[in-house]
DNA sequence: TCACATTTGTCCGTATGTATC
DNA sequence: AGATACATACGGACAAATGTG
C-alpha cells in the first residue's frame, strides 16, 4: 500500500500551495532560514513565488500548524520563523486520543508504564541542574498550597522537568501528551458534574494536591539517591493514587 | 501560563478559520461526523458557516494535515472524513528528526521502552484471536518473501497487531505512531541509498526483512507460552537490531 | 466512448481590523 | 494621534480534474 506509493510516486502532481510550503519547509531546513527569522510579507511572498495571496496563505496554514512559523498581524508583523515542532506533535497526540475514545483507566496504566521505563532513564542522565529545577517545582507548589491554591499546573510540570532530566527528547513529548490527555479528559469530566455536586469537591482537592507534593518529594529524594528501586516504587504508588483520584471524579 | 488562559482567556480574538476547523473537528471527536463520511462541498460548507471559501479552505488545510480529512477533486469528491491521524504525527516525527530535534537512537531506545511494557499486557490479556491475526500476519509477510517483495507494511502491522493485543487503546495511538515513524523513516533512507549505491543494497534489505519476521515469529512463539521474559528478550533485541539498521542507513 | 455536472484549485480585486512607528 | 504595514476576510471568476450517465 503506502511503498507502491514510495516506489513509483510522483503520479499526483502536487498542488501549488504544497510545493510552496515544501519549499520554504526545505530552507529552514538546510538552515537557510533560522528561527527569529522573518519571512517577507504575504504579498512579497506571493509575488516572489508568483502564486495569488489564497495559494500562499494556504501554504503558511501549512507551515504554521506543522509548527514552522507563527504568524504575527500588525505593522512590522508578518511570517515569522519559529520552532515549535515539539508542540505540534504533542497537539496531534492529543487529537488521537480524543479520537479514540480512550478511558482515564487506560490512559493511567500506561502513562504508569511509560514513566517506570523513563524514570530508569532519569536516574541514569540527570544532573544537579535537574534536581535544581525539580527543587524549585516542589518550593512552588508549597508556597501555593500555603496559600491554599491547589498547585495542579506545577504539579503537571514535575512530570515534565521528569521527562527533560531523561536527556532523550522523544520522552517530553509523549509523557506529555499523555499528561495533557488526562488533564483535558479529566477537566471535561468535572465539568459535566460539577454542576452536580458544587465545590464541595474543593477541599478534597486541596488534599489530593498535598499528597501529590509529598509523593514528589520522596521520588526527587529516591532520585538523588540514584535508588532505582525506590524511586521506581514510589512512582508506582503515585500514580496508582492519582488513577484512584481521577477514576472516582470521574463517576 | 495555561491556567491564567483557563480563568480569564478571551484576550487573543481566535482567527475564523480556527473556529471553524475547531468546530468540525469536534464534530468529527464526538462522533457525529464519522469516518467514511463525506463532507458538503467547499462551497456549501461555506454558506452553512456564512464564511468566505478561501477562510473555509484554510481550516480544510489545517483539518487535511491533521489528518482528519482528506480532499478528492471532481465529481462526487470533496472533503472525505479519515479513521486515523497516525501518518499525520509520523510525518511530524519526521520533520523532528530533519530539524534534528529528535535522533533515531532516542526514538528507537523509546520505542523498546514503550513496547516492553506494552508486551506485558499482551502476554496477561491476548486471546486466541490476536494470536490468529499475528500468524496470518507472519504469513503474509512470508508469501512476500517468497515473491521476493519486502514485507515492510507487514512488519510493522505486526506491531500494530501487538499493541491492539494490549486491550488498551492508549497502546496502538502510541506504538502506532512511533511505528509508522520509523518505517516512513526506513523507506525514506532506503530510497536515498539505494538511487546512489544501486541494487547492491536491495539485496542486504531483504535480508533484513527476513531477518525482522524470524524475530516476529520467535517473539509470537513466547507470547503463546505466555513467557514474559523470553518475549521481552526477544522483542527488545529485534527492536535494536532496527534502530542498528537505521542508524547504518543514516550514515 | 463522450459529454456533462460537480468539485477542487487558483487567481484577482477589494475592504477591514490591528499592531507598530 | 496619525500614518503605515500587515494579516484577515470577502466576493467573483475561470481552469483543471474526476466521477457519472
Redesign the interface.
Known amino acids: 500500500?503506502?511503498?507502491s506509493k514510495?516506489l513509483f510516486s510522483p503520479i499526483r502532481e502536487k498542488r501549488t500551495?504544497e510545493r510552496v510550503s515544501a519549499k520554504i519547509?526545505r530552507l529552514?531546513?538546510d538552515g537557510v532560514l533560522k528561527p527569529g527569522d522573518h519571512l517577507p510579507s504575504e504579498i512579497e511572498l506571493a509575488r516572489q513565488f508568483d502564486v495569488s495571496r489564497?495559494t500562499l496563505?494556504?501554504a503558511l496554514?501549512?507551515l504554521e500548524?506543522?509548527?514552522?512559523i507563527t504568524v504575527q498581524k500588525g505593522g512590522s508583523g508578518g511570517p515569522l520563523i519559529q520552532?515549535t515542532?515539539?508542540n505540534?506533535?504533542s497537539n496531534?497526540?492529543l487529537?488521537?486520543?480524543?479520537?479514540?475514545?480512550?478511558t482515564i483507566e487506560?490512559?493511567t496504566?500506561?502513562r504508569c508504564?511509560?514513566e517506570?521505563?523513563?524514570l530508569n532513564?532519569v536516574i541514569d542522565k540527570s544532573v544537579e541542574a535537574d534536581f535544581a529545577a525539580l527543587e524549585a517545582n516542589l518550593i512552588e507548589a508549597s508556597r501555593k498550597i500555603e496559600d491554599n491554591q491547589p498547585a495542579?499546573?506545577e504539579n503537571i510540570e514535575f512530570h515534565n522537568l521528569l521527562a527533560k532530566a531523561s536527556k532523550?527528547?522523544?520522552?517530553p513529548v509523549?509523557v506529555g501528551s499523555?499528561a495533557a490527555a488526562t488533564r483535558d479528559l479529566l477537566t471535561r469530566l468535572i465539568d459535566e458534574t460539577l454542576s452536580e455536586k458544587g465545590f464541595s469537591e474543593y477541599d478534597e482537592n486541596m488534599v489530593n494536591t498535598k499528597v501529590a507534593v509529598v509523593s514528589h518529594k520522596a521520588i526527587l529524594a529516591a532520585i538523588r539517591k540514584r535508588d532505582k528501586k525506590t524511586a521506581v516504587q514510589l512512582l508506582e504508588q503515585h500514580l496508582h493514587e492519582v488513577g484512584n483520584r481521577l477514576k472516582k471524579l470521574a463517576k
Do not use: P, W
Open positions: 500500500m503506502q511503498n514510495a500551495f519547509k529552514i531546513l489564497q496563505r494556504e496554514r501549512i500548524l506543522t509548527g514552522f520552532d515542532l515539539m505540534s506533535i496531534l497526540y487529537d488521537a486520543f480524543q479520537m479514540e475514545k480512550i487506560e490512559l496504566v500506561v508504564d511509560i517506570k521505563s523513563m532513564h495542579i499546573h532523550n527528547s522523544v520522552y509523549v499523555i
